[in-house]
């Protein structure tokens, strides 16, 4: 690889952090082709990238960004699962599949500046998708809303009760 490929590379990576929201980094020795392959294709399903890269040219390319605190664990054989979209997701299917496939060995991930151990990434990956904390925040906002109808409700109701029974006690008593 000549210094022009190597430079383009490190650009590309510096772009795909500068927006990424997480970024996890693994030890891929051991895996298949074909097993890392469905990795890549769970993944490439909810818009996240796996790539295998050199740890200098990580290293250079985490430069400056939000990522930089991952530098130090750029050693060995390292894959880089980056995320421009929901940090859950990545998560979710990593963790998973690392569950399944215990030759994936979770190194690190970063999440917004912080760096995160392999216990906070399972911890991450377990909370509920977007769309799920979405639905539960729509649910409550709706709740306050009808809850008071309810209870503005109540009086006039109350009161049409009260005025069925007084007639219903005046025409049983003629």
Do not use: W
């Not at 690889?1 to 927006?19: G, P, Q, Y």
């Not at 995160?116 to 990434?121: G, M, P």
């Not at 306050?144 to 109540?154: D, E």
């Amino acid at each position: 690889m000549n210094r022009e490929d190597k430079a383009a590379i490190v650009d590309e990576l510096s772009d795909k952090f500068a927006n990424a929201k997480i970024a996890v980094a693994t030890d891929y020795r051991g895996l298949t082709v074909p097993v890392f392959e469905q990795l890549r294709q769970e993944l490439r399903k909810i818009n996240a990238e796996i790539r295998v890269v050199k740890n200098t040219l990580l290293r250079r390319a985490v430069k400056g960004t939000d990522f930089e605190s991952m530098d130090e664990y750029f050693k060995g054989t390292t894959a880089l699962t980056v995320s421009c979209d929901d940090p859950v997701s990545p998560a979710k299917v990593i963790v998973e599949f690392a569950s399944k496939n215990p030759q994936l060995a979770i190194k690190t991930a970063s999440l917004a500046g912080k760096l995160l151990t392999q216990d906070d990434l399972i911890a991450l990956s377990k909370l509920p998708g977007k769309e799920v904390l979405l639905g539960q925040l729509l649910s409550v906002m709706q709740a306050v809303p009808t809850g008071f109808v309810r209870v503005l409700n109540g009086v006039p109701q109350k009161m049409v009760y009260l005025l069925q029974a007084i007639h219903d006690q005046k025409s049983a008593n003629n």
